[in-house]
């Protein structure tokens, strides 16, 4: 059976940060982007309760919390061209007027995190113009700032923005873990994919573990 942690524990739990990464109206919610564009939003949707007891667990273990939300500047210019030429061959790209504003946009609708997932007032939220949460943000610096060593990172989607962060955190010396059962994919077949590619080898750039092992590590970490 594979520990939790990729190498060693953290020293508390103070080092340890759950990141929850775009549970955003437009990648999880009816009217949202993905939505718009015609994809089933059910996947993303189905993890919303594992991601809430994810977030009970982290608040009730005194870990840090970050929530990520990706878009861009109301004028753009955070928007490389060929990014935004890429969303748009789908037929609806970003920056154009859709059901819940400008898609990934700051400020608009779409933009927010689901109300069922909603921070609290203390905990940080990462406006972010990549897939990767470390990209072009001050992410590395506040972690940095707290002394935090070990990630665990869920959220949507799992092949895209999740494994970005996860492994843009290994490459700068974080011990990295998802939670299987707390992450997804638009289509289940890429997820699935996902998946196999960051357990295989016993784990690249981390562990891969579920709510269960969750909740048990931090246990573990409270003595």
Known sequence: MMNFWPCNPPERAAKAALVVIDMQVDFCAPGGWVDQLGEDVSNTRSVIPAVAEALTIARAAGLAV?????????????????????TRIHGLGIGDEGASGRILVRGEPGFEIVPELAPLADEAVIDKPGKSSFHAT??????????????????????????????????????CVTLEDCTAAVETANHEAMMD???AFGGRWGTVSDLVGFRAAVEALHG
């Open 138 to 175: 001050d992410f590395d610096a506040r972690l940095a700032a707290q002394g935090i060593t070990h990630l665990i990172v869920i959220g949507v989607t799992s092949d895209c923005c999740v494994q970005s962060t996860f492994r843009d955190g290994f490459e700068r010396g974080y011990e």
């Open 197 to 199: 590619i960051l357990k």
């Open 66 to 86: 970050f929530h990520t939300r990706e878009g861009h500047k109301p004028d753009l210019s955070d928007l490389p061209a060929n990014k935004q030429w890429r």
